[in-house]
């Protein structure tokens, strides 16, 4: 069993930064994750992925913007969010799937977490 739990969400002015925090507990075993966002009235994206390897791949919309990166001795998984735009307003999500590489696609929502709440205003 995997538990996440994301931190980090808030409220920030447009052209602002933020940085999300996935804490993991269990054994991922070096498996992919991944940041998904979902606001309400729109289908839920998957903003971006990591493999093991740090193999990563972005969503169109948030490329050049966005950083994720992991710290596997901590089991932490993190979104840095810079230049945000009202549009990046949406609850953010950790997803893991313990054992699947990726490779830059799509990485299962094997176990996801409860989501922190980003809300960027013009």
């Known amino acids: 069993q995997v538990r996440l739990v994301e931190s980090g969400g808030g409220s920030v002015q447009s052209g602002g930064s933020l940085r999300l925090s996935c804490a993991a507990s269990g054994d991922l075993d070096n498996g992919c994750m991944a940041w998904i966002r979902q606001a309400p009235g729109k289908e839920r994206e998957k903003v971006a992925t990591?493999?093991?390897?740090?193999?990563?791949s972005y969503a169109d919309s948030v490329k050049g913007r966005f950083t994720i990166s992991q710290d596997i001795p901590k089991n932490t998984l993190y979104l840095e969010m810079n230049s945000l735009k009202p549009e990046d307003t949406a609850i953010y999500y950790c997803a893991a799937a313990p054992g699947y590489y990726s490779g830059g696609h799509s990485c299962p929502e094997l176990f996801r977490g409860q989501g922190t709440q980003v809300t960027v205003s013009s």
């Open positions: 990591i493999d093991y390897d740090g193999t990563i």
